[in-house]
Structures are given as structure tokens and as C-alpha cells.
């Protein structure tokens, strides 16, 4: 039996070589482009724009998200027609450097996926939503994404430590249930058998056959994770360009490099 994929923009999430996905960071419009040109200049083929890191002079919600729908079409362009565009709001009780309203996030995250305004529509190619959130808030999101055709990444972070095993692998089922496309756990290790225990979490639902899903056990103990995505049935990476979003992440070209070494 074939497992089941996810595709944007001619990009299989979920078939054979791990994606890999290059947050993006930039504070204003300005460096949020020169970062995502240096990026399509490596072997990622997925960016992140972190929208909680854009514009952080600007703390009124309406004013953030119209500046936010203002910048997505030169982004869009500046990325051109062969890189998908992951679109994500970290909040910050899951690792993001600013707060947001349940109700406020919806709005954001479907006003991207929904293109509202002329000249947005089909620039967003995935989006991220925090599975830990007000239920509606979750299905608003995920229901505007499918009627759109966006692929919908269900994500939960923990900073602190690592769920066990059992856990870890019945968040990822039920992010899937919730309408998830690509399911995402991202935790933190205090040992290396915390980091045996995402990776056996992430074997365990690939063996699911139900779709992709991204496991990463975060910071310098969990780097190791972030290469041997394939091996283990995680079907993408973060690593950087600059400036990075999360502990631990590599170097976008040395990731590239070790992920076809490391191949089985």
C-alpha cells in the first residue's frame, strides 16, 4: 500500500526525500526578501514566513495583519513559481515571540489562505495552525484552507520537555483527525532517549500509511532528528538561512548534504 502525500506546487510532501523548510524571519519587508532570495538560492524548496517575527513595532492586531497582507505578493514573487510558501503564526505560548487572540489568528490565518485582498490569492501554498487552539479556531482555519486548496499543517510545540512516546503518536493521529494534511510535533529533549522517542513516535505513525507528518526533537541534543528525517518517516526539516526560528536548526546547505548522505 502507497502512503499518502501531500503536494503544492509540484512538491510531494510525504515521497521519498525529506523537504526541506527554510524559515523566514525578517522583521521588515525589506529583510524579509533578501532572506527569502538567499533562500531560493539553496535546495529548499518550502519557506516559512513567520509572521509573529513581522513587524514587531506594530502591536495593534488589525495594523500587523493588514501589513502582513500587504507584503505576502511581493513575497510571492520574490520566491517565484517553484517554491512553496508555508505561512505561520508562532504564538508564544508555543515558542512564537507574540500573543494572539484565538479569534484574532483565525482571521489572520484566513485571510491569507482565502486571498482577500486582489493580487494574494493562491500565494499561500500551506499554513500552519497550532493544534492546542480554540477548537472552532482550528476547523475555521482548517476548513477555509481545503476549500482553497492549502494544505494545512496541524502543529503543537513543546518547549519545556518530551511527552512519552504513546503521547507524542496520539497527538499526531489526532492533529490528522482534525483535518491536519501534515501533522507536526516539535518537542524538547533533556537526554538522548528523549530523542529516540520522537523518533520512534515518528516510525510509528509513518507505519500508519495515513499521510505525512513532521517529527523534530528541538535544540542541539535533538539535531540529529533533523537529518534522519527519512529514515525515520518524517517528511521534512527546518534549517536556516540567516537568522533561524527554533533551537537547534541547521544550516540549510549542510542539512541538504547530510539528508543524501544519511539516505537508506
Known amino acids: 500500500m502507497r502512503r499518502r502525500t501531500a503536494t503544492v506546487r509540484g512538491i510531494e510532501l510525504g515521497r521519498a526525500r525529506p523537504e526541506i523548510i527554510v524559515p523566514l524571519v525578517g522583521a521588515y519587508e525589506d529583510e524579509l526578501l533578501a532572506q527569502a532570495e538567499e533562500a531560493v538560492g539553496t535546495r529548499a524548496r518550502i519557506m516559512e514566513w513567520r509572521l509573529d517575527r513581522f513587524r514587531p513595532d506594530l502591536e495593534d492586531v488589525e495594523e500587523h495583519r493588514e501589513a502582513v497582507i500587504a507584503a505576502l505578493p511581493a513575497l510571492r514573487a520574490q520566491l ?45 501554498d500551506l499554513v500552519d495552525i497550532e493544534t492546542a487552539r480554540d477548537p472552532r479556531t482550528v476547523q475555521r482555519v482548517v476548513s477555509a484552507a481545503h476549500r482553497h486548496g492549502t494544505v494545512v499543517i496541524g502543529s503543537f510545540h513543546d518547549m519545556e520537555g518530551t511527552p512519552p512516546e504513546e503521547e507524542l503518536v496520539e497527538i499526531l493521529r489526532a492533529q490528522r483527525r482534525l483535518g491536519a494534511d501534515v501533522p507536526k510535533i516539535a518537542v524538547t529533549p533533556h537526554s538522548p532517549r528523549d530523542v529516540l522517542t520522537v523518533l520512534s513516535a515518528s516510525l510509528t505513525v509513518a507505519e500508519d500509511l495515513s499521510g505525512p507528518h513532521i517529527a523534530i526533537s528541538m535544540g542541539p541534543l535533538g539535531a540529529s532528528s533533523r537529518v534522519a528525517a527519512e529514515t525515520f518517516g518524517s517528511a521534512a526539516t527546518f534549517a536556516t538561512v540567516g537568522a533561524g526560528s527554533a533551537p537547534g536548526q541547521l544550516r540549510a546547505q549542510d542539512v541538504a548534504e547530510m539528508l543524501e548522505l544519511l539516505r537508506p
Do not use: H, N, W, Y
Not at 505561512?87 to 505560548?93: D, H, I, M, S, W
Not at 484574532?104 to 500565494?123: C, H, K, N, P
Open 80 to 124: 517565484g513559481p517553484d517554491r512553496g510558501l508555508l505561512a505561520t503564526f508562532r504564538t508564544t505560548a508555543e515558542g512564537g515571540t507574540r500573543p494572539l487572540a484565538d479569534l484574532d489568528l483565525g482571521i489572520l490565518l484566513e485571510a491569507l489562505v482565502t486571498g482577500r485582498r486582489a493580487g494574494t490569492q493562491s500565494a499561500v
